[in-house]
């Protein structure tokens, strides 16, 4: 069956690319970006750790490569994801809490994974890459580096 350009498939198509915000569309391409390199960070962390120091359990390697990327994290998205967010005196406390969360599913993610399931560590690293990014998105966008009140997001 064919449609007409006046149909209403062509109006639904209208009415979703009018809806479509450029500005959201930019700011997730952003954020995707500094999660992957932090992801990728946080994964050659993981690894580097099981290999180098193979007495230390996976769950414990995590914890240790969540701790040396949470400064990069935390910079890189201030600087490059949400640039243009106002920068104000809690935002680094809203950022701590909401790494908080990201903490408890990350290492709780890693411990089941590889202690309670007894799978690889690196399907805990794919828990992360699944999980976190998803969660800290809107965590970050309507919390930890909000716009000011009654300014809108550019």
């Known amino acids: 069956m064919r449609r007409e350009p ?4 062509a109006s ?3 009415i979703l690319s ?6 959201f569309f930019r700011r997730l391409v952003r954020y995707g970006c500094v999660g992957i390199a932090a992801s ?4 050659l962390c ?17 914890i240790i490569a969540f701790i040396i990327s949470v400064p990069m ?5 201030a600087k490059l994801s949400f640039w243009d967010r106002p920068f104000d005196k809690f935002q680094p406390v809203r950022f701590a809490f909401s790494t908080t969360s990201s903490f408890i599913v990350a290492i709780g993610g890693m411990y089941w994974i590889t202690e309670i399931a007894g799978h690889s560590y690196l399907l805990g690293i794919a828990w992360n890459w699944l999980t976190i990014p998803a969660m800290n998105f809107l965590t ?13 997001s550019r």
């Open 12 to 14: 639904r198509v209208a």
């Open 140 to 152: 970050y966008m309507f919390w930890v580096f909000r716009a000011a009140q009654g300014q809108r």
């Open 40 to 43: 990728l960070f946080y994964s």
């Open 18 to 23: 009018a809806r479509f915000d450029p500005v």
């Open 46 to 62: 993981v690894i580097a750790c099981v290999w180098i120091l193979p007495s230390l359990s996976p769950t414990f390697s995590s």
């Open 6 to 9: 006046g149909s209403a498939t």
């Open 73 to 77: 994290v935390y910079l890189g998205h």
